[in-house]
Structure formats: C-alpha cells, structure tokens
C-alpha cells in the first residue's frame, strides 16, 4: 500500500487537473525541486553517519540518522 502525504495528493491532482502546457511544467518544476531538496537532505544524512563512525568508532547510529523513520 503506498502512503501518500497530503502535499504529494495535492501534487498529482495539480497534475491531472493541469490545463496547459505551463501549468504542467510547473508542477514538473515543483516535482525536481523537490527531489533535489531529498538527494540534498539524504546527502547530508550520509556525511554525518561517516562523521559519527570516524569520530567515535560507533555504528549504531544509523537508525538515528535514517531520515525515512522519522
């Protein structure tokens, strides 16, 4: 079963409710923005568990650091 946000069920009827060619591409727009904001969130999420481990040896961390149970 997928789990949809309230932003995300927005979106998709943004998507089918578009009416132009500039509409469309705005929610395009909207859609990369947002996963570059994740790959950017997720990127930053990697750099402080190596940070964690290097510094202090620990690797228990990770469920800590795991955006996606949050």
């Not at 079963?1 to 979106?11: C, Q, R, S, V, Y």
Request: with cysteine; charged share 15%.
């Amino acid at each position: 079963m997928e789990m949809m946000t309230p932003a995300l069920k927005i979106w998709r009827n943004a998507v089918v409710t578009s009416q132009s060619a500039s509409q469309l591409a705005m929610c395009l727009f909207m859609l990369y923005d947002c996963v570059a904001w994740e790959k950017s969130i997720m990127k930053v999420v990697s750099v402080l568990k190596t940070t964690c481990v290097e510094n202090t040896g620990f690797r228990g961390m990770g469920v800590i650091f795991d955006v996606h149970h949050v």
